[in-house]
């Protein structure tokens, strides 16, 4: 089973598997997630495109999206056979495209189903199943929304609970706003702990540093961070020495930048363009001298047809080469 002490959050558009990829640089211990993927996709689709992942990624777990439990289990075992090291149940996304597909958020007012769903993909797999839901929708009590589903999927066998500690609200505010104007309750999410001690506990929401995360340990047993590690990947240098007491695998951002180096040349011989691999590393420095310069470079460089890995190398050139990157973190 994969250590929840620290994950990174599955966000559209952003964790694809060369995010992945260089997240691994940066954190050994993680564990990674996957964007959601609905199961009419993986069952219908091109399952190696939407699903393939490279082995040094892992652990990685895979993200679902659907409220059909037969469909849920068929896509489970898809996922162990594709070597996942769980399978999650999106109960949290509120995008309209979610909501007319009947999942995502919308299953907080279905926890019976919700239910439903990870007894049936318990049923067909040996992987661990986890939810990872908000505290509530539109006008529900949370202190009554979230123990009804936790219940349910307590009853129903789930490995873990993931809480984003925010409420979701399905009408009136766009997925973008519903990530930041519900206030967070992390309150809330912890005394869901404290009623379930056997249950574990993943706190999702506003973690804005490792730092943070150490503080909601205290709590919880395991902490997701979202948008900051994405858009600010450094912090991740962090994450294997305060929390896991291990040294990360590289010394700074530089170094762990240059490591990405033979996997982009053989994923631009498959035919990967440079941008979709470093588009993930706008933010990797902080404070670093010339860290514009190297952002300004991969942006306008590495878009440019038949661009190679030397638009990488000559981004790094530009910054500083700094050992003690790792302090960044202390002064974030």
């Known amino acids: 089973m994969s250590d929840r002490r620290f994950s990174v959050a599955p966000m559209m558009e952003w964790t694809d598997r060369h995010c992945r990829f260089f997240h691994r640089l940066l954190t050994r ?4 997630y996957t964007e959601m993927v609905t199961t009419g996709a993986i069952i219908h689709g091109n399952r190696e495109r939407l699903l393939g992942f490279d082995p040094e990624e892992q652990p990685v777990a895979l993200q679902l999206g659907g409220s059909d439990p037969a469909a849920l289990a068929q896509c489970a075992r898809i996922a162990a056979d594709f070597g996942y ?12 495209r979610v909501q007319e597909g009947r999942f995502g958020a919308c299953l907080m007012a ?10 049936a993909m318990k049923a067909a797999v040996a992987l661990p199943v986890t939810v990872k839901c908000r505290i509530g929708i539109d006008e529900q009590d949370p202190e009554v929304a979230l123990e ?21 609200w399905l009408s009136g505010l766009s997925p973008r706003e519903n990530r930041d104007i519900p206030p967070l309750d992390y309150g809330r999410v912890y005394r869901l702990k ?7 506990v993943i ?20 902490v997701m961070m979202g948008r900051a590690a994405y858009q600010e990947p450094w912090r991740l240098l962090a994450v294997d020495p305060l929390l896991f007491g ?24 498959r035919g990967t ?9 706008h933010g990797l420095f902080h404070a670093v001298p010339g860290a514009r310069a190297f952002r300004r470079h991969l942006a306008t460089q590495a878009v440019k047809p038949g661009a190679g890995a030397s638009v990488l190398s000559e981004a790094l050139g530009m910054v500083l080469d700094r050992p003690a990157d790792l302090a960044q973190t202390a002064a974030a």
């Open 273 to 281: 363009r440079l941008h979709s691999i470093v588009r993930h590393l």
């Open 29 to 32: 211990r993680t564990l990674l």
């Open 110 to 119: 279905e926890p019976a189903l919700v239910g439903d769903c990870v007894a």
């Open 85 to 96: 090291v769980e399978v999650n149940l999106n109960v949290g996304c509120p995008s309209d």
């Open 246 to 269: 291990a040294d990360a695998l590289h010394a700074s951002a530089k170094s762990a930048a240059g490591a990405l180096l033979p996997y982009i040349e053989r994923e631009l011989a």
């Open 194 to 200: 404290a009623a379930h001690p056997s249950l574990p």
């Open 148 to 168: 009804a589903l936790a219940r349910a999927v307590k009853t129903a066998g789930v490995d873990a609970l993931v809480v984003h500690a925010r409420k979701a």
């Open 203 to 222: 706190i999702n929401g506003g973690v804005a540093s490792v730092e943070a995360a150490q503080k909601h340990l205290a709590h919880v047993d395991g």
